[in-house]
């Protein structure tokens, strides 16, 4: 009975050594990454072979896979572009520019808010607190 206590213990004690240890790799690891961000970059590439396809060249140069956009003929957009999928686009001329007028209740409420708002600076300033 006293050696499995005993063999317990020993279990238990590598555990917490093992989790310190850890916890030390684990702590100079991201004190490394915290280090210089500029030693972090990393580039990664892969080879690739360009195949030159001379008629699929010419078919994007003289705009063949271009598809008129929200039905106006003189704006052309690529028939994968995501702007095709749109329903509907506000005309930037149809904003309304001017700025709507507020009624009495609502510039009180306002001006209300504004108070509430300032309450605790107003206090301070009153009690000759410069914050």
Known sequence: MWHEARR????VHD??????????RRAIYLAKRRGDPQQS???????????????????????QGLIPWNGKQDVLIDRFDGR?????IRDSSSRRSRVQ??????E?????????RY??????RRRGCRC
């Open 15 to 24: 555990m917490m050594d093992a989790a310190r240890k850890r916890a030390q």
């Open 101 to 106: 007028e507020k009624t009495e209740e609502e």
């Open 41 to 63: 970059i990393q580039a990664v590439g892969s080879r690739c072979r360009i195949l030159r396809d001379d008629a699929l060249y010419q078919a994007t140069e003289d705009q």
């Open 119 to 124: 309450r605790d600076l107003i206090k301070h």
């Open 84 to 88: 095709a999928l749109l329903d509907f």
């Open 108 to 116: 009180e409420l306002e001006e209300f808010v504004n108070f509430e």
């Open 8 to 11: 317990s213990e020993k279990k």
